[in-house]
């Protein structure tokens, strides 16, 4: 189970930061990815990470503005985005899948298959 949460509103160049938690055992061995669909639009990746943490993938619309980090003690994957812009707001997934130490990173919907439920980002002008 994935609860994602810190989503807002806030104005273009404000910053946010997301947070997902995971219940039960095996966190550690989790890629995890945030996702975001805006109205209208294809869920699209905005950042991933091995479920070491040691690596890392972000979207080119939100590189240099966002980090993901995931802390396997706490059982939670953070996105900070700052710099906010209009063109972010949609509702934000958070995204698990297990996989052995050496998986490439996913970055595509359809490869995950543990889901959280959405929090929404509204950026105003």
């Known amino acids: 189970q994935l609860q994602a949460s810190g989503g807002g509103a806030v104005q273009a160049g404000g910053s946010l930061r997301l947070s997902c938690a995971a219940s039960g055992h095996s966190f550690s061995r989790y890629n995890m990815a945030w996702f975001r669909q805006a109205p209208g639009k294809e869920r699209e990746v905005v950042a991933a990470?091995?479920?070491?943490?040691?690596?890392?993938y972000y979207a080119d619309s939100v590189k240099g503005r966002s980090t993901i980090s995931k802390d396997n003690a706490k059982k939670t994957v953070y996105l900070q985005m700052n710099s906010l812009k209009p063109e972010d707001t949609a509702v934000y997934y958070c995204a698990g899948r297990s996989v052995i130490l050496t998986a490439p990173l996913h970055t595509h919907f359809s490869e995950y298959d543990n889901w959280g439920q959405g929090t929404l980002v509204t950026v105003s002008s």
């Open positions: 990470i091995s479920r070491s943490g040691g690596l890392t």
